[in-house]
């Protein structure tokens, strides 16, 4: 969760500080996508006035309705063995990938599966071939995407 400090933090819209006196919205870091239009909604604050006037900010909070449905403490369910996932160290999660549906990536959006549960998944040449597919296609930037697939090719090679 973002950092709110009254009178020093910076609105995430406007840039001006909030005051003790705003009412104010702060978003989780909930897209890991640099190149994504909602990643400037992530780890951010804004003014809740500033926020009514985002053009984007339905779909921030749609998307951030969806990731903490699908990524809520209750939601940790293995899709290779269908058990719950008791410690994050033991979880590997798909990022959001994309809002096509008609994308074969939709799919994997938020998939959760145990780390030992990897090697045994059938999808994993699939999802490492979409992923590695994305990687080249220039539409996203940061870590957690380049993360995904270094555990998928890890898990390819213990199989």
Same mark, same amino acid.
């Given at each position: ?24 919205r702060?978003f989780?870091?909930f897209?890991?996508?640099e ?7 992530s780890?951010?604050v ?6 009514a006037?985002e053009?984007?900010? $339905? ?7 969806d990731?903490?449905?699908?990524l809520?403490?209750? $939601?940790?369910?293995?899709?290779q063995?269908?058990k719950?996932?008791?410690?994050s ?28 549960c990897?090697?045994?998944w ?7 071939a ?6 080249? $296609?220039?539409?996203?930037r ?15 090679? $213990?199989?």
């Amino acid at each position: 969760m973002p950092l709110l400090i009254r009178g020093a933090t910076r609105c995430a819209s406007c840039e001006r500080p909030i005051s003790t006196e705003d009412e104010a919205r702060a978003f989780p870091e909930f897209v890991w996508n640099e190149r994504d239009p909602l990643f400037r909604f992530s780890d951010a604050v804004f003014h809740s006035s500033c926020l009514a006037n985002e053009p984007l900010a $339905s779909a921030a909070t749609k998307r951030l309705k969806d990731a903490l449905d699908r990524l809520g403490p209750s $939601s940790h369910v293995c899709k290779q063995c269908g058990k719950h996932i008791r410690l994050s160290k033991e979880n590997f999660t798909f990022p959001y990938l994309t809002e096509v549906d008609t994308s074969p990536l939709y799919e994997f959006n938020f998939v959760q599966l145990h780390k030992q549960c990897l090697a045994s998944w059938r999808e994993v040449p699939r999802a490492l071939a979409l992923l590695r597919g994305l990687q080249n $296609s220039g539409s996203w930037r940061g870590p957690a995407l380049e993360r995904a697939i270094r555990e998928l090719e890890a898990a390819l090679r $213990s199989d």
